[in-house]
């Protein structure tokens, strides 16, 4: 039981980082989409929408770090890494959102092929098109961080931005 609850552990601390970047991400995409759309109203349900798309994400990194190719450019330049990376976690991010949707028609017991039909129905280009490219410079901004961090030692780009300075640091003055 001890080691079950233990990888589950693992599990959460693995990708709480994801859904909390992803979920400030969908925010901005969801206030971008609002003033895009000239209502300036932003409601609880675009916070909603945020924090499910987010978990959405989260679970689709959780997938694709699973997989042997995802790491296939790790010895290459890091922006071919971060390249790389990207593209597949958005290919993951938007297969897992339109299963999602075929799932959800299912429980409303209208069939795979209705509820394929319905999400195509819906699909407006330019408005996928801007929230592609918020989710492909989302994705390039937390995988930056994530392959920086780890070129230089886990755990130390959060220690220099949410740490306190070091003494060295905070004893110079400003000139």
């Known amino acids: 039981m001890k080691k079950i609850l233990k990888g589950i552990a693992e599990d959460i601390h693995e990708i709480i980082f994801p859904v909390l970047f992803l979920f400030c991400m969908f925010e901005l995409v969801s206030i971008t989409n609002a003033l895009l759309l000239e209502s300036y109203k932003v409601t609880p349900t675009h916070t909603l929408f945020a924090g499910l798309g987010a978990l959405i ?3 689709a990194i959780f997938v694709a770090n699973k997989l042997s190719y995802l790491h296939i450019f790790r010895d290459k330049p890091v922006l071919v890494s971060v390249l790389w990376r990207s593209l ?4 993951f991010c938007v297969l ?3 299963s999602e949707h075929i799932v959800t028609g299912l429980f409303d017991r209208e069939g795979p092929v209705r509820s394929l039909e319905g999400l195509v ?5 330019d408005h996928v098109a801007a929230n592609l490219i ?3 410079v989302s994705l390039m901004l937390y995988n930056s961080y994530i392959e920086i961090d780890r ?4 755990g130390t780009l959060r220690r220099l931005f949410l740490g306190t300075k070091p003494e060295s640091l905070a004893s110079t003055k400003r000139a």
Not at 88 to 91: D, K, L, R, V
Not at 121 to 125: E, P, Q
């Open 57 to 59: 994400g989260g679970k």
């Open 88 to 91: 597949i976690y958005a290919i």
């Open 96 to 98: 897992f959102l339109c």
């Open 121 to 125: 129905a819906g699909i407006s280009l």
């Open 134 to 136: 918020w989710l492909f």
């Open 151 to 154: 070129q230089l030692g886990a």
